[in-house]
């Protein structure tokens, strides 16, 4: 396992997590976790806030193309696609690109490229045949899972695409860095302190590859 960071690339997103505080109900969590309308394309207090193709995946795109020397006709699977951004970006690249997410709004609503190459389905039981990937990345995505299913989601990664996964999940280094995240937090059902992440990697016997989404009040 290797601590990399594969979306270096990425704007970092503005957030008013004092905002949320004083919003975010029970019910906020609830219809968050459904990934319906409201969560891509609501209001921010519900998530996104607004989830349109900019062209901000297209980097990072290239770098993970670079990392895992990937070439044209190399089969990629992006668990957690959402409406398929970073595959469509994949796609451009000529790599034969894929994704999975448990969002029916969010595939229906997909980019017209990817249209086909997203399927409905959970990161612990991803729908492929073993080593089928030359990689498989996961972004904020395994956090939004309980414990024991976090595990089996890093294991189906690891099936899928042994020692050649990517995923990055939400953590914080500080006190003051969890007390923001719990202010924000909407999705994540698990989640820690980087060595509590690396325990639950090691359990999984995941050996791919890993990074940090740690959210600062800016």
């Known amino acids: 396992m290797k601590e990399v960071n594969l979306l270096k690339s990425l704007p970092v997103s503005k957030r008013n997590v004092s905002a949320r505080?004083?919003?975010?109900?029970?019910?906020?969590?609830?219809?968050?976790?459904?990934?319906?309308?409201?969560?891509?394309?609501?209001?921010?207090?519900?998530?996104?806030?607004?989830?349109?193709?900019?062209?901000?995946?297209?980097?990072?795109?290239?770098?993970?193309?670079?990392?895992?020397?990937?070439r044209p006709g190399d089969r990629f699977l992006d668990v957690g696609c959402a409406k398929g951004f970073l595959v469509k970006d994949l796609l451009s690249l000529g790599i034969d690109a894929y994704g999975i997410d448990v969002s029916d709004y969010a595939i229906q609503n997909c980019e017209p490229e990817v249209v086909g190459r997203l399927h409905l389905g959970t990161a612990e039981k991803l729908p492929f045949p073993s080593n089928s990937f030359q990689a498989v990345v996961s972004v904020n995505t395994v956090h939004n899972l309980a414990r024991p299913e976090c595990i089996r989601a890093l294991q189906e990664i690891e099936r899928l695409a042994p020692g050649r996964g990517f995923v990055q999940v939400d953590s914080y280094l500080t006190p003051e860095q969890?007390?923001?995240?719990?202010?924000?937090?909407?999705?994540?059902?698990?989640?820690?302190?980087p060595k509590d992440w690396i325990q639950v990697f090691y359990e999984a016997g995941y050996t791919g590859h890993y990074y940090w989404t740690i959210i600062n009040d800016k």
Do not use: C
């Open 21 to 70: 505080l004083i919003a975010k109900t029970d019910d906020h969590i609830k219809v968050s976790r459904e990934y319906g309308r409201l969560y891509f394309d609501g209001p921010r207090e519900y998530g996104y806030g607004g989830y349109q193709y900019d062209g901000r995946w297209k980097p990072v795109a290239q770098d993970i193309l670079e990392f895992f020397s990937l």
């Open 178 to 193: 969890k007390k923001i995240f719990e202010s924000w937090v909407l999705t994540a059902k698990f989640y820690g302190y």
